[in-house]
Nanobody, 126 residues
Framework: QLQVVESGGGLVQPGGSLRLSCAAS????????IGWFRQAPGKEREGVSCISGSGGNIYYADSVKGRFTISRDNAKNTVYLQMNSLKPEDTATYYCAADAFTTVQNMCVRTRADYWGQGTQVTVSS
């Protein structure tokens, strides 16, 4: 059974850092693009960052460029999102998702993927 599971969320002060992990099981992650998405209450889901199976293609939303870094370790079937300089507006539920037949831009801009995790909450507050 193909599954992605997020971890690493929590409460952090503005300016702080968190690292989210997306662990894939039931499939070989290197054949799938994997993306991080977020949704705040009352707002639409937003594509934060997406990475191709090889890691050679990466997309970042303008709102996180220079602050967030996506990476993957295919040997561990895991994708990471390092989030630095966090702002209150980064508060949201963060989801990871996987899709084998998409580009990273298409995945992030259209917020579409075949397999979704349950999400992890990130709260940035003093």
């Amino acid at each position: 059974q193909l599954q992605v599971v997020e971890s690493g969320g929590g409460l952090v002060q503005p300016g702080g850092s968190l690292r989210l992990s997306c662990a894939a099981s039931g499939f070989t992650a290197e054949y799938y693009a994997i993306g991080w998405f977020r949704q705040a209450p009352g707002k639409e889901r937003e594509g934060v960052s997406c990475i191709s199976g090889s890691g050679g293609n990466i997309y970042y939303a303008d709102s996180v460029k220079g602050r967030f870094t996506i990476s993957r370790d295919n040997a561990k079937n895991t994708v990471y999102l390092q989030m630095n300089s966090l702002k209150p507006e980064d508060t949201a539920t963060y989801y990871c998702a996987a899709d084998a037949f998409t580009t990273v831009q298409n995945m992030c801009v259209r917020t579409r993927a075949d397999y979704w995790g349950q999400g992890t909450q990130v709260t940035v507050s003093s």
